[in-house]
């Protein structure tokens, strides 16, 4: 231990030196290369000096100038003496001039332009309020006399080499770094790829969820420059704020439990009873989270809202009622949001191993008695995994608030609207900061409660049955309260599918195929950004996923819990405040990334991990780690480890977790709103806009084109991975 230790450090001693060689080389350069450049310019204005023509002028015209500020000194002083006449030009320049003419760096430039020389400051200078300013001392020379007028004082912003010297100690260190963390892993770890996965799910972790995250809290904690408390006071002391964090618990509440229930009922019938229409079922229980999440809102709205074709049947019956405020986002939300529950859901009901549902029928339990007795709690990990993620989700959301809140008050909508409204963004970077504090309470709830039990059911090769534990009556009442729900989604997209054929819905019902025609031509670049950027998203997101699950659920290490916080943390943020953060964070060196694909593919995975890894650490929990032990005793190594045991085992989470990652790509907008540039659009955000422009037929045609591409995509993602025969289960 102690000689590869040693080893160690000798390594990393080779790497400093040859690393500080490098990094000297390409620092001096740069600034090699950027003073010949301003050295250049210079020369060249100092060339043009007008000594017989109008120097006030020229200096007004140089002036206009954003690279340099220039003052003309016509009388060079003697060493020790000031200034006898007032320079010409730039004020601040000049006013530095006259305070510093008896430093010894302005001495040597004069005495330089005296000999018609150029001299360049050897250290910054603050120049109106900039500091670290190069300043350049050229002489003015007649050139029909060749006599020197006085001299001519430059100062060049060093702001770009100071950002460049930034990002190469950024790059330099993140480097060194990085390769004494391989060596260590390689030398010192017993498990070289444990160590390798965990080094990377950190880096990832702190790069672009903390990292984002601190620059939002500075930015809460910053006032007019300096540091204040002040945007917290105003925030805590508010009765409307503190109104609006009520608000987001109460709604957050009650559209996890009704989303919950909707999604176990959903996902029971599919996968542990002998229900028809299984395929129909399982499609409709994905269709509310394919499409934007202000579709739903919207035709709601145009169903049930004040004016809408229910409401005024309804009035004419003489029934008021309004869909605005606390009941009606329950609605939007459970109907958006319950497709999260049942995706996580059917995951965890598939790897139930039936042999203990056949072992307490067999002792004469009753099916309900042992479904409240097996199955229940052996699903109880799943729905913990769903609540939080449904409550967490409708915390974030901002886009159905916009549109139906009404006197409700919710954080997240204020939030948007201290954003975009009234351009306080310190404001809603606190507010979007203030709903963390109920998903961080409720996630170290969930773990605590769930360590505290034991969830293993595969021990082996799982049953290849499952045992019917509904009656014919008890089955056909579930499943009509299932086709209940889905024909109101039904009516709710069919409201979407109609509004392409008439020219403006709630206005004019005339049928008409110009929306179809101009929203194919408007939307070609964007649907093909957004197919792109999703694609790329999902199968990096997948796999991340499952690694992290695998190492929280089967490996000790130091920071576990710090690990699992940063992890789930994205999904609680706001849409608003992830794309505020990461345009504060990544919009300079040393990570520059606004503008590009990069930010808005790392924008899905980071964001929708969550949901990944909450399955796969639900299934996970399911399967005995003697399984793993078995093959890891035989030599198999981790890799292999995790693609022939540990993957196929949970491949009903990975699927899950690739198909709401590229779904949720697909229909994101409110971080991706923040993150769009002319060069990477997105067709959501085009939707949106459509929408709140009531062009309400062009908004419908694009969602109606964006569920046909998720759907076709969801088929053939069946198609190119196979079912795992080991989970498969057939009905008794």
């Not at 350069?29 to 023509?53: H, N």
């Not at 360049?120 to 050229?138: N, T």
């Not at 892993?185 to 017993?190: A, H, W, Y």
């Not at 608003?576 to 606004?594: D, E, Q, R, W």
């Amino acid at each position: 231990m102690n000689k590869r230790f040693i080893n160690f450090l000798m390594i990393l001693l080779f790497v400093v030196l040859v690393g500080a060689w490098i990094y000297t080389s390409v620092r001096d350069e740069f600034l090699k290369i950027t003073q010949a450049g301003q050295r250049q310019t210079v020369e060249t204005i100092a060339a043009g000096y007008p000594a017989e023509g109008d120097l006030d002028e020229w200096l007004k015209r140089l002036e206009e100038s954003s690279e340099y500020k220039i003052i003309f000194i016509p009388e060079l002083p003697m060493p020790g003496e000031k200034l006898s006449v007032t320079p010409k030009g730039d004020k601040d320049l000049a006013a530095l001039s006259e305070s510093s003419v008896l430093d010894s760096e302005f001495s040597k430039g004069f005495d330089n332009a005296a000999y018609e020389e150029i001299y360049r400051s050897s250290h910054g200078w603050k120049v109106g309020g900039k500091e670290d300013q190069a300043l350049f001392f050229a002489p003015a020379v007649d050139l029909k006399t060749h006599d020197v007028e006085g001299a001519l004082v430059f100062a060049f912003d060093t702001g770009s080499e100071q950002n460049f010297m930034r990002m190469l100690n950024t790059l330099f260190a993140g480097a060194f770094i990085l390769f004494a963390v391989v060596i260590w892993q390689l030398m010192m770890s017993r498990d070289p790829i444990v160590g390798f996965a965990l080094a990377g799910l950190f880096l990832i972790t702190l790069t672009f969820v903390a990292y984002p995250l601190f620059e939002a809290v500075r930015l809460s904690l910053i006032e007019n420059g300096k540091f204040s408390l002040s945007i917290w006071k105003t925030i805590l002391k508010s009765q409307s704020y503190m109104s609006a964090l009520w608000g987001s618990l109460e709604l957050g509440c009650w559209t996890a439990t009704f989303s919950t229930l909707a999604g176990f009922l959903f996902a029971f019938v599919v996968t542990r009873t002998n229900a028809p229409y299984k395929k129909i079922i399982s499609t409709m229980g994905i269709l509310p989270v394919i499409s934007p999440p202000f579709s739903l809102t919207l035709s709601i709205i145009l169903l049930l809202g004040n004016n809408g074709l229910i409401t005024r049947w309804l009035k004419t019956i003489g029934l008021n009622f309004s869909i605005y405020g606390l009941p009606g986002l329950v609605l939007v939300q459970t109907m958006g949001m319950f497709p999260i529950a049942f995706l996580t859901l059917t995951g965890v009901l598939q790897a139930i191993d039936s042999t203990y549902e056949e072992a307490s029928l067999n002792l004469s339990a009753g099916r309900l008695k042992t479904f409240l007795s097996i199955t229940l709690p052996l699903t109880l990990p799943g729905l913990l995994s769903s609540w939080l993620l449904v409550f967490t989700t409708s915390l974030a959301d901002f886009a159905n608030p916009l549109l139906l809140a009404g006197d409700l008050r919710v954080l997240s909508l204020e939030s948007y609207i201290e954003v975009t409204g009234m351009n306080r963004l310190g404001h809603g970077a606190a507010l979007s900061i203030l709903l963390l504090l109920p998903t961080w309470t409720a996630f170290l709830v969930q773990r605590f409660w769930v360590a505290k039990k034991s969830y293993v059911t595969v021990t082996g090769k799982p049953s290849g049955r499952i045992t019917e534990l509904t009656t014919p009556t008890v089955r056909r009442i579930l499943t009509g309260i299932i086709f209940l729900i889905i024909f109101f989604l039904i009516l709710l997209y069919g409201t979407i599918f109609a509004g392409c054929f008439v020219k403006n819905w709630g206005i004019d019902y005339t049928f008409s195929l110009e929306n179809i025609k101009e929203a194919v031509m408007r939307s070609g670049d964007a649907l093909f950004d957004t197919v792109t950027l999703a694609a790329i998203a999902t199968p990096l997101a997948g796999i991340i996923a499952m690694i992290a699950a695998l190492l929280i659920v089967r490996k000790k290490f130091h920071g576990k819990r710090l690990l699992e916080m940063l992890l789930m943390t994205p999904f609680a943020l706001p849409g608003t405040l992830v794309g505020i953060s990461y345009i504060l964070a990544f919009n300079h060196a040393p990570i520059i990334l606004v503008g590009t694909a990069a930010i808005i593919i790392i924008n899905y995975v980071v964001r929708e991990l969550p949901v990944g890894i909450e399955g796969g650490i639900a299934s996970l929990r399911q399967i005995d780690p003697s399984i793993e032990e078995a093959a890891t005793d035989l030599g198999a190594d981790q890799a292999t480890v995790f693609k022939t045991i540990v993957l196929p085992l949970v491949r009903p989470a990975f699927l899950s977790s690739m198909s709401y990652t590229f779904v949720r790509s697909m229909t994101a907008v409110s971080a991706v709103i923040f993150l769009i540039s002319a060069k990477w659009y997105h067709l959501t955000v085009l939707i949106y806009n459509f929408s709140e422009n009531l062009r309400f037929g062009l908004a419908s045609v694009l969602s109606t084109v964006l569920i046909i591409i998720v759907f076709g995509a969801f088929g053939l993602m069946r198609l190119l991975v196979r079912e795992n025969t080991n989970l498969m289960k057939n009905v008794t």
